[in-house]
């Protein structure tokens, strides 16, 4: 049961221009989105949050937009920069158990070109 | 300073063998994780430990069996391996109770021939 989905398994985007990057989920439950970036040959770095009751987070050329009646977010960077190729994984977290649990996407891999 | 290490970084054996991956945080964190990402890029939370203790599972095969001798260390061991066991494993840490930041190790590709 795939709870977080990015559709778009790639995306090209022209420096300086705007990429967005977007995320599905299906579980009510999750109170946490969090977006982490990932370079080849390297583990998943956390880039920035947003809290299930809040509907948009910004962080310099990051911003995370939370539309939960849709049970869609989206990862806005603009400008696009060249460093920003890498993969983009969108992530959820809920409760389980007393503790909390993320659950990943599987991943967009962005292409930014000069 | 690596943050979050692990050992091997790659790992090609038969199937059938006994394996074990070593992970290391020097962040000083309470809480590790290992993740496992197959070939069609799910990054699954396999176990999660808070002080030593295993506190997530998420129902995998008891032939994995983490073990963590102290705070900074989250070791996994493979018996058995499987062809479907081949897999990149990363190791994780975080905080106790900020779970939305993670720290990852750069990751071990497991090859099962």
């Known amino acids: 049961d795939q709870q977080v989905k990015q559709n778009s398994p790639s995306l090209s985007v022209q420096e300086g221009r705007i990429s967005i990057l977007n995320c599905d989920y299906t579980?009510?439950?999750?109170?946490?989105f969090l977006w982490y970036k990932k370079y080849p040959a390297e583990g998943p770095t956390f880039l920035i949050s947003i809290s299930s009751i809040k509907d948009k987070n910004e962080d310099g050329r990051f911003t995370v937009f939370l539309n939960k009646s849709a049970k869609h977010l989206s990862l806005h960077i603009v400008p696009s920069q060249p460093g920003d190729s890498a993969v983009y994984f969108c992530a959820a977290r809920r409760n389980s158990g007393g503790y909390q649990k993320v659950t990943f996407g599987t991943g967009t891999k962005l292409q930014v070109i000069p | 300073d690596t943050a979050v290490s692990q050992t091997p970084k790659y790992l090609v054996t038969q199937m059938g063998n006994d394996k074990s991956i070593k992970c290391e945080q020097n962040?000083?964190?309470?809480?590790m994780y290992w993740y496992k990402q197959d070939s069609k890029k799910f990054l699954k939370i396999m176990f999660s430990?808070?002080?030593?203790?295993?506190?997530i599972n998420e129902t995998v095969p008891n032939r994995f069996s983490p073990k963590s001798p102290d705070k900074a260390h989250l070791n996994l061991h493979i018996n058995s391996l499987e062809l479907g066991d081949s897999a990149v494993y990363f190791c994780?840490?975080?905080?106790?109770?900020?779970?939305?930041?993670?720290?990852f190790g750069p990751g071990t590709r497991l090859t099962v021939l």
């Open positions: 430990y808070n002080n030593k203790e295993l506190i």
């Open positions: 579980n009510s439950m999750f109170d946490y």
């Open positions: 994780a840490s975080s905080q106790a109770g900020n779970y939305n930041e993670q720290f």
């Open positions: 962040l000083g964190h309470d809480t």
